[in-house]
């Protein structure tokens, strides 16, 4: 993870975005990825006139990783997603607790390995499953469906979405499109002091990103078909306004399949970048996105529009480097309009972080 450091005179050298989201009730319960933080009470999002509640205040209360978030200016609940800033210390980053024991195993192509606790359920893609051992149970469960949202921060519907490939579509009762989606769940139900193995994997060749969503302030968007497990209390929310992009919300931790060559990059503040939509696997939340079309050179024509999604930093963002689909034409030329900056000598010869 990127920390993000701070001059303050509180003493809270670090500071995240935290994801909240919209609440029914007045007051809502949130999980912290550390011990102690300090959280202020006014919104990071951008407020739009349309909402009603656009002059919204909150309070908010932090013990130990439990953030408390009530709604003063009326008796009921709010409808953005409520994004808060949350301070921290660097020793308090000892204090984040993964969830799962993985361990991720290969080069070209790689699988994961999970070790489940007694009564611990995973929840995962129907096709990834590749061994599961013994007194480790299946069941098949029924998410459904979808919130979607035009405008940034606003959403409607349920929040429950894992796009799989394998669903349906109906109407609810409002109107909306609502769907119904299929995964698979493991629950290791062996005696205590024991564990059970699930092993999973992509198509050959891929990688597997492990992701803590509570380090990246319990949000991040990803693109649509890369998800391959989670804990239970992750929740994929669709939205209009990203297109072939979800977002994944909730304090545990997911894991997503990527191509082969899979890069991290650590943007600055407002340093911006121009990913081919099709390369793209997952950003921050921190980060601006912005869909355009582009025109792509074809032996010197005009002839070709790509989808090129425009990122803004600070933040991380992760890629998969494929050649002929990021930076060359069908010619083999490159095509720097598509690299960092306008430039791809930055991008080859390291300014991204290492291969994860």
Same mark, same amino acid.
């Given at each position: 993870m990127s920390h993000q450091?701070?001059?303050? =005179?509180?003493?809270?050298? %670090?500071? !995240? /975005? !935290? %994801?909240? &989201?919209?609440? =029914?009730?007045?007051?809502k319960e949130i999980q912290l990825p550390y011990d102690n933080m300090m959280v202020e009470p006014i919104p990071q999002n951008p407020l739009k006139s349309r909402w009603q509640d656009n002059t919204s205040t909150f309070e908010v209360e932090v013990e130990g990783k439990k953030l408390y978030i009530r709604r003063e200016d009326a008796n009921k609940g709010w409808g953005m997603e409520l994004l808060l800033r949350g301070y921290y210390k660097q020793e308090a980053m000892a204090t984040y607790n993964k969830e799962f024991n993985a361990s991720i195993q290969g080069d070209e192509s790689q699988t994961?390995? !999970?070790?489940?606790?007694?009564n611990q359920t995973l929840r995962c893609d129907p096709k990834a499953l590749i061994y599961k051992g013994e007194s480790v149970n299946m069941t098949t469960a029924s998410i459904g469906t979808v919130a979607k949202s035009t405008v940034p921060g606003m959403l409607k519907g349920g929040l429950k979405y894992i796009d799989t490939g394998i669903r349906g579509t109906t109407r609810s009762d409002d109107g909306n499109n609502s769907r119904t989606t299929a995964v698979s769940e493991y629950t290791y139900l062996g005696e205590l002091g024991t564990s059970g193995t699930v092993t999973l994997g992509g198509k050959f060749p891929s990688k597997v990103l492990h992701l803590a969503l509570g380090e990246f302030g319990n949000r991040i968007f990803f693109r649509q078909g890369a998800f391959l497990a989670s804990s239970t209390d992750v929740e994929i929310v669709d939205s209009d306004f990203l297109d072939s992009f979800q977002s994944l919300v909730g304090h545990g931790e997911v894991f997503l399949k990527t191509g082969q060559h899979? =890069? =991290? !990059?650590?943007l600055k503040e407002e340093e911006t970048m121009g990913v081919k939509e099709d390369c793209l696997v997952a950003f921050t939340q921190n980060v601006q996105s912005n869909l355009e079309k582009r025109s792509k050179k074809l032996y010197g024509v005009l002839n070709k529009k790509v989808a090129v999604r425009e990122l803004t930093g600070s933040g991380i963002v992760w890629m998969e480097l494929q050649p002929k689909n990021f930076l060359e /034409? *069908? *010619?083999?030329?490159? *095509?720097?309009?598509?690299?960092?900056? &306008?430039?791809?000598?930055d991008l080859q010869q390291g300014r991204s972080e290492d291969d994860v």
């Amino acid at each position: 993870m990127s920390h993000q450091a701070i001059n303050s =005179k509180t003493g809270f050298g %670090y500071a !995240i /975005n !935290i %994801y909240v &989201g919209p609440s =029914k009730s007045q007051s809502k319960e949130i999980q912290l990825p550390y011990d102690n933080m300090m959280v202020e009470p006014i919104p990071q999002n951008p407020l739009k006139s349309r909402w009603q509640d656009n002059t919204s205040t909150f309070e908010v209360e932090v013990e130990g990783k439990k953030l408390y978030i009530r709604r003063e200016d009326a008796n009921k609940g709010w409808g953005m997603e409520l994004l808060l800033r949350g301070y921290y210390k660097q020793e308090a980053m000892a204090t984040y607790n993964k969830e799962f024991n993985a361990s991720i195993q290969g080069d070209e192509s790689q699988t994961v390995t !999970i070790r489940l606790d007694p009564n611990q359920t995973l929840r995962c893609d129907p096709k990834a499953l590749i061994y599961k051992g013994e007194s480790v149970n299946m069941t098949t469960a029924s998410i459904g469906t979808v919130a979607k949202s035009t405008v940034p921060g606003m959403l409607k519907g349920g929040l429950k979405y894992i796009d799989t490939g394998i669903r349906g579509t109906t109407r609810s009762d409002d109107g909306n499109n609502s769907r119904t989606t299929a995964v698979s769940e493991y629950t290791y139900l062996g005696e205590l002091g024991t564990s059970g193995t699930v092993t999973l994997g992509g198509k050959f060749p891929s990688k597997v990103l492990h992701l803590a969503l509570g380090e990246f302030g319990n949000r991040i968007f990803f693109r649509q078909g890369a998800f391959l497990a989670s804990s239970t209390d992750v929740e994929i929310v669709d939205s209009d306004f990203l297109d072939s992009f979800q977002s994944l919300v909730g304090h545990g931790e997911v894991f997503l399949k990527t191509g082969q060559h899979l =890069k =991290k !990059i650590v943007l600055k503040e407002e340093e911006t970048m121009g990913v081919k939509e099709d390369c793209l696997v997952a950003f921050t939340q921190n980060v601006q996105s912005n869909l355009e079309k582009r025109s792509k050179k074809l032996y010197g024509v005009l002839n070709k529009k790509v989808a090129v999604r425009e990122l803004t930093g600070s933040g991380i963002v992760w890629m998969e480097l494929q050649p002929k689909n990021f930076l060359e /034409n *069908d *010619d083999g030329s490159v *095509d720097s309009e598509l690299s960092m900056s &306008g430039s791809t000598s930055d991008l080859q010869q390291g300014r991204s972080e290492d291969d994860v």
